[in-house]
């Protein structure tokens, strides 16, 4: 294997290149996004990079090298320049934090999604299902991790601990002291791209220096009194795995906010729900009030609690919420160049 192959490459990115561009232009794979640069891995080692000067303000945010993007660019020596970002085979994202209705790219390009959680500091099962509902999203399969398994568990949490092996097939680690890590290890496949996600301190980089065996990457202790993280990991980087496997390691994510729309999957990825719902006598239900609806059948004779019920409508909500506002802006959009157009042909002029 060749050492694009190793960093991700396939025909689908080969094919969207002209002969010129694989004459003239040096491939690279975006690991680190800067504030004004961005480092891009290459075949014969690691460029720090600039936008050209069209795509600077020709591209929109979305549109910008994220960690995990293929990018073409030209050796200057000291530094390249980018001429263009290649199609997305995915990418993950999320709604921005606030009130604002906008997607946020994190990363492009992966495979599959690490989630971690540990015992420090506490698994939490919402923040998982939500976490998951919205890879589900975005077509990237999730690999679940509790981490900090050497600690002691706490009584309360024992009862998730067990839900979240049962229903998530979590493996069970410590990056401490290295249990189970050849489990995680088995699922990691030369050539694919895997990004890390959880709140911060709940030990992403530890994994991976585990992972490989030594400690290249910045960790830092949980703060005792509020059981928090202390945000070690500032930037989305890129990694090899002397195994094979790209570990893209990012900052603590908090909140996950839902998008709908790049899956035109009709499942939800909300576990134990769509079993139900493919019954549904309408397949449309909104699993409300329904006549034939499996799902509330299924609350009602105690199969579903009622509990994963409310959160799986409470996503489903903020799905169809963030849907139809970006609808809304679109048609807005729609309108307003339609109002132009007519400007125009009736004879309006741009002084
Ligand atoms: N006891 C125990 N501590 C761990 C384990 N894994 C990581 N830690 C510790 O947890 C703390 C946080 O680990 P990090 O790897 O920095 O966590 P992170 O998820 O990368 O955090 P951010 O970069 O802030 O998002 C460090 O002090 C690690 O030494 C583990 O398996 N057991
Ligand atoms: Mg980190
Ligand atoms: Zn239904």
Redesign the pocket.
């Known amino acids: 294997m060749n050492i694009l192959n190793k960093l991700g490459w396939s025909d689908f990115f080969d094919s969207s290149l002209t002969e010129n561009e694989k004459e003239n232009m040096i491939i690279g794979r975006v690991s680190t996004v800067n504030k004004s640069n961005f480092i891009v891995i290459h075949e014969n080692g690691v460029k720090t990079c600039e936008l050209a000067g069209n795509l600077i303000y020709g591209l929109e945010e979305n549109e910008r090298p994220k960690t995990g993007d293929w990018v073409l660019f030209i050796d200057y020596g000291d530094q390249g320049i980018i001429s263009r970002v290649l199609a997305r085979k995915n990418y993950l994202s999320r709604k921005k934090a606030g009130k604002e209705i906008a997607e946020q790219i994190i990363v492009s390009n992966v495979d599959s999604a690490i989630v ?1 959680q ?1 015992l ?1 500091i506490g698994l939490n099962l919402r923040r998982l299902e939500r976490t998951i509902v919205q890879l589900h999203n975005c077509g990237i399969t999730p690999i679940v991790i509790i ?5 002691s568990i706490d009584e309360t949490q024992q009862e998730v601990f067990d839900f979240m092996i049962k229903t998530y097939d979590a493996i069970t ?5 290295g249990k189970n890590i050849n489990l995680l290890q088995k699922k990691i496949k030369t050539g694919r791209s895997y990004v890390f996600i ?10 991976i220096n585990a992972l490989n065996g030594n400690e290249e990457l ?5 703060s005792e009194s509020v059981k928090k ?5 500032t930037t989305r980087d890129l990694y090899f795995l002397d195994s094979g496997g790209i570990m893209i ?1 990012t ?2 994510t908090r909140e996950f906010g839902l998008t709908k729309g790049i899956s035109d999957d009709t499942s939800s990825g909300f576990h134990g729900i769509d079993d139900y719902a493919k019954e549904c006598k309408f397949h449309n239900c909104t699993h409300t009030n329904e006549k034939g609806c499996q799902v509330l059948k299924a609350v009602k004779k105690g199969k579903l609690s009622e509990e994963e019920y409310e959160n799986f409508m409470k996503l489903n909500r903020e799905m169809e919420h963030y849907e139809s506002s970006t609808k809304d802006r679109k048609q807005k959009g729609k309108d307003l160049s339609k109002i132009i157009k007519n400007m125009k042909k009736s004879g309006y002029k741009n002084r």
Do not use: F, Q, Y
Request: charge should be negative; include cysteine.
């Open positions: 971690v540990c420090e981490n900090k398994t050497d600690l680690i410590s990056a401490k002291d959880g709140a911060s301190g709940v030990g992403k980089s530890s994994i910045k960790t830092e202790a949980i993280g202390s945000h070690t990991t390691d900052p603590g």
